[in-house]
C-alpha cells in the first residue's frame, strides 16, 4: 500500500521559513519523481518542484526558483521541501506526489500517480 505522509505545514511569516516532509512508503521509490504541488482557495492545484530519488535533477515553478528547495533522504525514504523568504502568495494546501511523469510533462498533476493527503501553509504578511 502506498502512502505519502506531508508534515511540517502551519503558520510562517513573510519573509521567514518553513520545512515540509512528505515520509513514503510502498513504492521502489528509485524509480519516481517525488514532486509538491500547492492548491489555493479558488485556484487550480499548481506544481511547486519535482526531484528524481537519484537526486540528479529537480525542477521548480518560476515563482518558487531561488526561494524553493527540495531534497530527499534515501535512508528515510523522505522528501523535503525548504521554504525560504515566504510570501503571503504561498499561502496554500502542499500536496506531496510520487510518479513517472515523462519529462516533459513533469509539471502537470495528471503525471502523478499517488498523492499525500495535503498540509496547509499559511504566509502572514
Known amino acids: 500500500q502506498v502512502q505519502l505522509v506531508e508534515s511540517g505545514g502551519g503558520l510562517g511569516q513573510a519573509g521567514g521559513s518553513l520545512r515540509l516532509s512528505c515520509a513514503a512508503s510502498?513504492?521502489?521509490?528509485?524509480?519516481?519523481?517525488m514532486g509538491w504541488f500547492r492548491q489555493a482557495p479558488g485556484k487550480e492545484r499548481e506544481f511547486v518542484a519535482a526531484i528524481r530519488w537519484s537526486g540528479t535533477s529537480t525542477s521548480y515553478a518560476d515563482s518558487v526558483k531561488g526561494r524553493f528547495t527540495i531534497s530527499e533522504d534515501n535512508a528515510k525514504n523522505t522528501v523535503y521541501l525548504q521554504m525560504n523568504s515566504l510570501k503571503p502568495e504561498d499561502t496554500a494546501v502542499y500536496y506531496c506526489?510520487?510518479?513517472?511523469?515523462?519529462?516533459?510533462?513533469?509539471?502537470?498533476?495528471?503525471?502523478?500517480?499517488?498523492w499525500g493527503q495535503g498540509t496547509q501553509v499559511t504566509v502572514s504578511s
Open positions: 506526489a510520487a510518479g513517472r511523469p515523462a519529462f516533459a510533462t513533469i509539471t502537470v498533476a495528471a503525471g502523478y500517480a499517488y
Open positions: 510502498g513504492l521502489p521509490f528509485s524509480t519516481y519523481v
